[in-house]
């Protein structure tokens, strides 16, 4: 019998290198068809950023949010020619969580639409680096602590809603410095102290609100007399003007 026995011990020892083989392979195939993960400070990168630390899985609509699919095709991306994002439109869309610095990374958006969501936290003062930004759109949330001072350098903004969150502190005199604003939205925060007289450089403005639960003291700025006739709640607040 002994015979039989050692005849079969190059049978089982091949069978055991051929599994073994093929366990090797296929952990092969499996590296090679991960994902890469895309490179620091990316567009796709900051995208993922948002993804995680807003409680994506949670989201009411996330289509091909960390799929393999072009970024243009996740749910509220929009990319130029180049596929670089140029506008993010997730509003009303179950976020939560904080608002991660890394889109402060996507250099050519000019439109962050994230209101009516229950995000918390501070506004990144990063923000104040997108350079492109003509509407930022934060309002309905629960966003807590000043306004960044930062916001001033966005020169191409139109649209600046903050409105309905709960941040605090003064109305950063920066905010004068945005030539192009159309629509200036703080109402319904905790903002107190002075309207900074600087506002009242923002002679494109059409739409203003700082009115609703803001506790703003001292008196309307001079040069926004003409303000008083616009869509605005500037009587509302039961302030003088400035002599």
Do not use: F, K
Request: negative net charge; charged residues 15%; glycine residues 8%.
């Amino acid at each position: 019998m002994r015979p039989a026995i050692t005849s079969a011990l190059p049978r089982r020892r091949y069978q055991v290198i051929a599994l073994a083989a093929l366990l090797c392979a296929l952990a092969a195939a499996t590296a090679c068809s991960a994902p890469t993960p895309p490179p620091p400070g990316s567009d796709h990168a900051a995208l993922i950023a948002l993804y995680q630390t807003t409680n994506g899985a949670d989201w009411r609509d996330r289509d091909n949010w960390l799929s393999t699919d072009p970024i243009d095709e996740w749910y509220g991306v929009t990319t130029d020619g180049n596929g670089r994002v140029t506008s993010l439109n997730l509003g009303d869309n179950q976020l939560t969580g904080a608002i991660p610095a890394e889109l402060a990374n996507l250099s050519n958006l000019q439109e962050l639409w994230l209101n009516d969501n229950q995000l918390t936290g501070a506004i990144p003062a990063e923000l104040g680096s997108l350079s492109n930004l003509q509407r930022l759109v934060l309002s309905d949330n629960r966003l807590t602590g000043a306004i960044p001072a930062t916001l001033g350098s966005l020169s191409n903004l139109q649209w600046l809603v903050l409105s309905e969150n709960r941040l605090t502190g003064a109305i950063p005199p920066a905010l004068g410095s945005l030539s192009n604003l159309e629509q200036l939205w703080l109402n319904d925060n905790q903002l107190t102290g002075a309207i900074p007289a600087e506002l009242a450089n923002l002679s494109n403005l059409q739409v203003l609100h700082l009115g609703g639960s803001n506790r703003l003291t001292g008196c309307i700025p001079n040069g926004w007399r003409y303000a008083l006739d616009i869509n605005s709640d500037l009587r509302s607040l039961g302030l003088p003007l400035c002599r």
